[in-house]
């Protein structure tokens, strides 16, 4: 019985008759309604949790949550394509920009020598205007000597991987990606609205041009409760 509870309440959030931020009926409201034990009810409402479609804080029940954007892992995609195949859309704020030097683990991602320039840009990613990802790109300041450099306007606008190919003539062909569990610090939870500890999602990427040149290489921290990424496997 609880599972057709669960499955009923998960459709009702998936027609939108229940959306982000609203509360679920109790579990007294649903043992009435349904004729049912506590222990039932109370079933149901663990299912949805566990599935992430609730979370439950006392004193204010069970409130649905903002769904989960998914994210083929086969595919070299930006932000903003992501999120506009979802529907959702997409938003930039740039917190700083500026020249510095490489590390050691910089320098080994984009194949340049530790200490060289590079242009850092730290941004915050937005879904629907709600955070969504911190995002720390690295560039490699030589390969824009005709185009120049993105301006904190670019990027607010719109999509780096555009700005790249319309204005600096770099289409990304391929990329390394490399994805681990993490928890946000200090800093990053409060720019993601998050309460700690809290759980991220830390995406490592590098990507080429299709001259096979290291172009970027970008450290982001998806908010675990909001993304994730899948794959296909064969056997």
């Known amino acids: 019985m609880w599972s057709q509870i669960a499955e009923r309440l998960r459709l009702a959030i998936k027609d939108g008759t229940f959306k982000p931020g609203e509360v679920l009926p109790g579990e007294a409201e649903l043992n009435r309604r349904f004729g049912v034990s506590r ?9 949805l949790e566990a599935a992430g479609l609730i979370t439950r804080k006392s004193g204010r029940g069970s ?78 300041p030589a390969m824009f000597k005709q185009s120049g450099l993105p301006t904190a306007a670019d990027l607010d606008r719109g999509s780096l991987y555009a700005w790249l190919k319309v204005r600096a003539g770099i289409d990304l062909a391929a990329g390394r990606e490399r994805i681990e569990g993490g928890i946000a610090d200090m800093e990053t939870a409060k720019i993601l609205g998050l309460e700690q500890p809290a759980a991220v999602l830390v995406c490592h990427r590098t990507s080429w041009s299709d001259a096979n040149e290291p172009v970027e290489y970008v450290v982001l921290n998806y908010r675990a409760d909001r993304y994730s990424f899948h794959v296909g ?3």
């Open 39 to 47: 222990t039932t009810s109370r079933a149901a409402l663990d299912f």
């Open 63 to 140: 409130i649905v949550v903002q769904p989960r954007v998914e994210r083929p892992l086969n595919r070299l995609s930006s932000f903003s394509e992501d999120m506009h195949a979802r529907g959702l859309k997409p938003g930039y704020n740039t917190r700083s920009l500026r020249l510095s030097t490489a590390s050691v683990a910089v320098a080994k991602e984009l194949g340049i020598a530790p200490n060289s320039p590079v242009f850092e840009i730290d941004r915050i990613l937005l879904a629907d205007a709600s955070p969504m990802a911190t995002s720390l790109t690295y560039l490699v």
């Open 233 to 235: 496997l064969a056997r």
